[in-house]
């Protein structure tokens, strides 16, 4: 069965401290590697889509970068501002187009 | 920026009632989806729908759920009669392309829906 797991499951920094959160997946085949951000009470927003090893995007204090394995959201010099729930979504080729969340990082960052 | 509208934003009522959840999706969109993310857990797929008729659904969506398309703007979720379990956050989702391939899901604030 396909898997995404996300670590850590949450993950508190002072302002400023640079971190790293996983995702890694087991899929027969990736067409498409998703993030997003989630506020508290809110929809999920769209952030990244990555589709192949190697493949990297940036947006502000965020950078994405994926294996065949797992991506990584790079996060550098954050604000309190970050302060969310960051959720990974796969989508798997040659079957179902839907994709399929992971359980989310939340993150905190003290001012 | 165009954006997907759902309402209400919480919707309270009794079990074995039910409700009807509403949602725009952005107006060039195709595809549309409800998922459902009960609290602490995971976001999770229930239903896509294209061209007029479910393209897909999950094991939660079953004969208790139905979705339609009334017209040429909304989109609806409809339960016939509520559970307690089926207490969670719903978020309606469009996109242009199939699942996102080359276009991403956009996501609605989502209705929160407690059943008591």
């Known amino acids: 069965e396909d898997q995404v797991t996300q670590s850590p499951e949450a993950l508190r920094l002072q302002e400023g401290e640079s971190s790293s959160l996983n995702c890694s997946y087991t899929?027969?085949?990736?067409?498409?590697l998703f993030w997003y951000r989630q506020d508290p009470g809110k929809g999920p927003e769209f952030l990244f889509t990555?589709?192949?090893a190697g493949e990297e995007k940036e947006k502000e204090r965020l950078k994405a970068t994926l294996t065949k394995k797992e991506s990584f959201l790079h996060i550098t010099a954050p604000k309190p501002e970050d302060s969310a729930t960051y959720l990974c979504?796969?989508?798997?080729?040659?079957?179902?187009?839907?994709?399929?969340f992971g359980r989310g990082t939340s993150l905190i960052v003290h001012p | 920026e165009p954006e997907v509208t759902q309402t209400p934003s919480h919707q309270v009522t009794q079990m074995g009632q039910e409700v009807i959840l509403r949602c725009v999706p952005i107006?060039?969109?195709?595809?549309f989806y409800w998922y459902r993310q009960i609290l602490g857990q995971k976001v999770e797929f229930l239903v896509s729908?294209?061209?007029?008729?479910?393209?897909?659904k999950s094991e939660i969506f079953d004969d208790q759920f139905s979705v339609e398309r009334p017209d040429g703007s909304n989109f609806t979720l409809k339960i016939r009669s509520t559970k307690l379990e089926d207490s969670a956050m719903y978020f309606c989702?469009?996109?242009?392309?199939?699942?996102?391939?080359?276009?991403?899901?956009?996501f609605g604030n989502g209705t929160r829906l407690t059943v008591t």
């Open positions: 899929v027969s085949g990736l067409r498409g």
């Open positions: 729908f294209y061209n007029n008729e479910i393209s897909e």
């Open positions: 107006s060039n969109h195709l595809y």
């Open positions: 990555l589709y192949s």
């Open positions: 989702a469009s996109s242009y392309h199939p699942g996102g391939g080359n276009s991403p899901l956009h």
């Open positions: 979504a796969v989508q798997v080729s040659g079957g179902s187009y839907i994709p399929t």
